[in-house]
């Protein structure tokens, strides 16, 4: 389980990211996020509206970004535990099940690794 009471941020997004997720909010309501593992979209960060895609025990809450909670399974955060997701927005066309694809722009998960002190401050050192 991911500490709440840490400082540090698991997932965070751009200024960008945030506009397009408070443009998505306003016009489909609530929503929340996946980080897809592969197959049809791709690793994309996928948008979806709140509720619409089930999370279950196999899945790991890595926080909010602009207010949407954002998932990923268990199995693949092991992979990421160790790195900080920046969710960002690219010109093109996102997956095909997520919110933003007719938009013209797609989400990008980019990653960078923690350093020794916030890796303490996680418990993972």
Aim: one cysteine or more; proline letters at 6%.
């Amino acid at each position: 389980m991911i500490p709440e009471e840490s400082g540090v941020r698991k997932v965070i997004a751009t200024e960008e990211a945030l506009g397009l997720i408070g443009f998505l909010q306003a016009k489909h309501g609530p929503v929340m996020f996946h980080q897809s593992g592969g197959c049809c979209d791709g690793s994309s960060p996928m948008c979806f509206p709140l509720g619409e895609f089930l999370v279950g025990d196999s899945d790991v809450k890595m926080g909010e970004i602009g207010g949407a909670p954002f998932y990923m399974s268990r199995a693949q955060y092991e992979y990421w535990k160790y790195t900080q997701l920046i969710i960002d927005v690219v010109p093109g066309r996102g997956g095909m099940f997520s919110l933003e694809g007719p938009e013209g722009k797609r989400f990008l998960t980019r990653s960078r690794v923690f350093s020794e002190e916030e890796l303490q401050e996680l418990n993972l050192k």
